[in-house]
């Protein structure tokens, strides 16, 4: 007999339920503590991003047009992308979303402060905020903005890539329309809503080692003030519009550490926690597209650039190849494949999930939204596996590049003349395969997990992981072909 979620989790394994294991930082740690409730903590960790934004702006405008000699194609594509997927991510949640550069003049304009806090009551807080200070609406308070925008950019992201102008128009537009949301619309809605980045920084934050979370949550249910949402005297109310007492999940927590200073019974901590085993739930067709176009643009951006198809690449490259006919084939194949063919057979896998265990008072939606996870850990490996070659073999340029970031001939650190030298590349493959055979392992591992809290018989949660797992296991498969033939 199958059971749905309320009767299953009494009677399902106790460590299907239980949380994980959590280890509070700041209670070993006091003095990371002191360090991110210092008012001035965010400014300092921004300003040295906001003095890269304007070096990358003026490069791209002033600089060389040759994409490797400039600072801004060789620290973003190559340097920031792959530190962000391999390293900030996994291991420390959204911690770019704390020193991003994007939100910070919509942030000076709302709060008209850059460090000290205003009290008031703008609706919804304690704090006073400029702007008119509207709601965003209400169809549009999910993800699929950023679920397509990110298609979009990633589609153009042969030009984003090797035109330094085109990566400083992006980042200029970015610029301006988080600003301009700031003064029409409430807190931080540019980065919940419509940032491109945000959007998978979101999905893949739930596999992330670290967490910030209440110490007790019956602490924040009696808690009169609620000022970790709405602000106080000492901080400004969440920009990202979180409530502590409720938060079990990191995809919406910008870690800006706002509620750590303005809560009043000190009970917020920065956690570790295990790797992509915590947060499992998948909550809205929003969040299971997220994950299904991740990993298809990992497929698509590993064909294009380490396959050896050169066709496909000149319909990608269009500003070389100048081949519109096949750029559309191109574009239309990888959003068709982004947005149908895959969920699609993902979806074909929940059927068959349903009826192999014969799990007929199960919804299917129950089953699509929560073993969706599985796709999450793979699509954040699979993106490692694809971004490590990138790094070893033009990682030379950054060293050249730190010394003459313009392309004007300087050689401020004595390494403008470093030659571009692969770091070994013969080891990729041997690099490759273990991190996509660990993204396998976490996606089977999250799939059984979810599945135990849905099913309390052992046959049928047995039967209904096959057909998922077996996509999963295609999935690698079809990586594996591709990154070692």
């Not at 190559?78 to 997927?85: H, S, V």
Request: charged share 15%.
């Amino acid at each position: 007999m199958v059971t749905a979620n309320p009767i299953a989790e009494a009677t399902v394994p106790t460590e299907a339920l239980e949380p994980p294991w959590r280890f509070n930082l700041f209670a070993r740690w006091p003095w990371l503590k002191r360090l991110v409730r210092m008012r001035s903590f965010q400014f300092l960790v921004i300003l040295p991003n906001l003095f890269m934004f304007y070096l990358f702006i003026i490069s791209a405008l002033f600089g060389t047009p040759v994409g490797n000699r400039n600072i801004i194609i060789v620290f973003v594509w190559i340097l920031w992308w792959f530190m962000l997927i391999a390293v900030l991510v996994p291991f420390g949640s959204r911690i770019w979303c704390t020193i991003c550069p994007l939100p910070f003049f919509g942030d000076w304009i709302q709060r008209r402060a850059v460090i000290r806090v205003r009290t008031g009551k703008s609706p919804g807080t304690e704090n006073s905020f400029f702007g008119l200070h509207k709601r965003w609406p209400k169809r549009l308070s999910n993800i699929w903005l950023q679920n397509f925008g990110f298609l979009f950019l990633a589609t153009f992201s042969a030009l984003l890539v090797t035109r330094p102008i085109v990566s400083a128009a992006v980042f200029g537009i970015l610029f301006l329309v988080a600003t301009v949301l700031a003064l029409v619309f409430r807190l931080r809605t540019f980065c919940n809503y419509v940032c491109p980045i945000s959007g998978f920084l979101s999905l893949y934050a739930m596999t992330a080692t670290v967490e910030l979370r209440s110490v007790d949550k019956d602490e924040c249910l009696k808690c009169k003030s609620k000022a970790c949402i709405r602000g106080s005297d000492k901080g400004w109310a969440c920009p990202w519009n979180v409530y502590m007492g409720k938060l079990d999940r990191n995809n919406y927590c910008g870690l800006c550490f706002e509620c750590v200073k303005s809560c009043p019974n000190d009970n917020i901590s920065l956690f570790v926690r295990p790797f992509a085993t915590s947060d499992v739930v998948v909550r809205g067709y929003d969040e299971v597209w997220k994950a299904c176009i991740m990993l298809v643009l990992a497929l698509t951006y590993s064909v294009m650039l380490l396959g050896p198809w050169g066709r496909f690449k000149d319909w990608a490259n269009v500003s070389e190849a100048r081949n519109w006919a096949g750029f559309g084939l191109f574009a239309a194949g990888q959003a068709l494949l982004a947005l149908v063919i895959f969920p699609g057979l993902y979806y074909v896998s929940i059927r068959l999930a349903k009826w192999y265990a014969r799990a007929d008072s199960v919804p299917t939606k129950e089953l699509f939204l929560k073993y969706a996870y599985m796709l999450v850990p793979m699509g954040l490996l699979a993106w490692i596996a694809f971004s490590v070659p990138l790094l070893m073999v033009n990682g030379a340029y950054i060293i050249s590049v730190a010394s003459d970031p313009l392309g004007w001939g300087m050689n401020l650190f004595g390494t403008a003349d470093f030659p571009w030298t692969p770091l070994r590349p013969h080891w990729v493959p041997f690099l490759q395969v273990p991190i996509l055979l660990t993204g396998l392992y976490y996606g089977l591992r999250g799939l059984h997990k979810v599945g135990r809290r849905i099913f309390t018989d052992p046959a049928q949660l047995h039967r209904s992981l096959v057909p998922p797992a077996a996509l999963l296991v295609g999935v690698t498969l079809v990586f594996l072909k591709l990154f070692i033939g």
